[in-house]
């Protein structure tokens, strides 16, 4: 079917799953299109008037035919239904061994960044056969994140962290576009996305591993702004011990929970919605206007990596924390997850 050129290339394992669902719309909602059509053609030609005194014979109703004309076209229905829903929870849940690759857009360029310290702009280097996780914000106004060839498009907003993920199949260079209108450069705002295969993607990876990883670039700044002036690592800082806080349930002063999610950290660093974390003083300022959100991200990756031994830079290969680390103020111990009271969204 791709040779009538209907479809853009296939290059995702999303094109293999949303594609047959693509056709099954057109082809009922045509068969149902046309269907109408014909009768309608075929009744009006069948059922016109004849005499100018003409009266139509009275129909009272058929139960049988009202019946299937219901009940039919509600199975297909709600069976399109299942189908969309279950692609859509696919593409809303990534695999947990997600290669995670953040992406900030700004007017008007598409800024991406590995977990291993490469940047790219407006270019996009992924190996195929592993699902990457894309995790993205905006510096300004809504853009969003575009690549046909992997059936993929996910709005990229100010403030809010959202997110997508795909697994390249094909080897290849794919077109990325900004698919919401942001601004004059709107149309300009387009990039490439490289699908490497495994090796190739490791060797392209240590050609640019100069600037070093996102965590140590974290660390920098970490020092840099002073966070590490109150945040000790001993547990007798003014201000919350951060090792192993990462996916940690955290009980604020008002009594909720959150999970120290991106999001959380964001919004701490920021000063946006969470109360202080109970059990501390709260000296905490707010860092809008001074922190990029390439920065926010890199700190937040830092974050992510220090275990109980800080400062190593190494960003642990799955962002959570060792299981070890003991309970302390307002951190909960590991499994201390508690539903009520949680306003966590890591959307
Ligand atoms: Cu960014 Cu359109």
């Keep these: ?22 056709w099954c ?34 129909i009272e109703g058929n139960y049988k035919i009202e019946a299937t004309w219901t009940v039919i076209p509600l199975i297909i229905f709600l069976g399109m239904f299942g189908w969309g829903a279950k692609t859509y929870f696919d593409v809303e849940a990534p695999p947990a061994d997600s290669m995670k690759i953040y992406v900030v857009a700004k007017q008007w360029m598409w800024k ?25 914000i905006s510096q300004d106004v809504i853009h969003s994140f575009f690549v046909p060839a992997f059936r993929i498009k996910q709005d990229v907003l100010p403030g809010r962290y959202t997110t997508i993920w795909f697994k390249a199949t094909q080897p290849g260079q794919y077109h ?15 990039g490439w996305v490289y699908a490497m295969e495994p090796h190739e993607y490791e060797r392209w990876l240590t050609e640019g591993a100069a600037e070093g990883s996102l965590a140590s670039t974290g660390e920098k700044l970490f020092h840099q702004f002073g966070c590490a002036n109150c945040h000790h690592f001993d547990g007798h800082g003014p201000c919350p011990d951060l090792r192993g806080l990462y996916g940690r349930p955290v009980v604020l002063q008002n009594g909720t929970t959150r999970v120290a999610d991106d ?39 830092y974050i992510k990596s220090i275990g109980p031994q800080p400062g190593t830079g190494q960003p642990s290969s799955s962002g959570t924390a060792p299981k070890n680390y003991g309970t302390q103020r307002g951190i909960a111990g590991p499994g201390a997850t508690s539903n009520a009271g949680t306003e966590s969204d890591s959307r």
Excluded: W
Aim: glycine share 6%; charged share 20%.
């Design 263 to 301: 999001t959380y950290i964001r919004e701490c660093i920021l000063k946006k919605k969470p109360a202080p974390v109970a059990g501390f003083a709260d000296f905490m300022p707010s860092f809008d206007g001074h922190l990029t959100e390439d920065q926010i991200l890199a700190l937040t990756t």
């Design 112 to 136: 991406l960044q590995h977990i291993d310290g490469q940047r790219e702009i407006n270019t996009l280097h992924v190996p195929v056969g592993r699902p990457v996780q894309l995790i993205m």
């Design 176 to 190: 990325l576009f900004c698919a919401e209108y942001c601004g004059t450069k709107h149309s300009g705002m387009i």
């Design 1 to 22: 079917m791709n040779s009538l050129q209907l479809l853009p290339q296939s290059a995702s394992t999303f094109a293999s799953e949303y594609d047959p669902f693509f």
């Design 25 to 58: 719309l057109v082809v009922v909602c045509g068969a149902v299109t046309l269907g109408i059509a014909v009768f309608v053609v075929y009744a009006v030609i069948r059922y016109r008037r004849r005499r100018e005194d003409e009266l139509p014979e009275q």
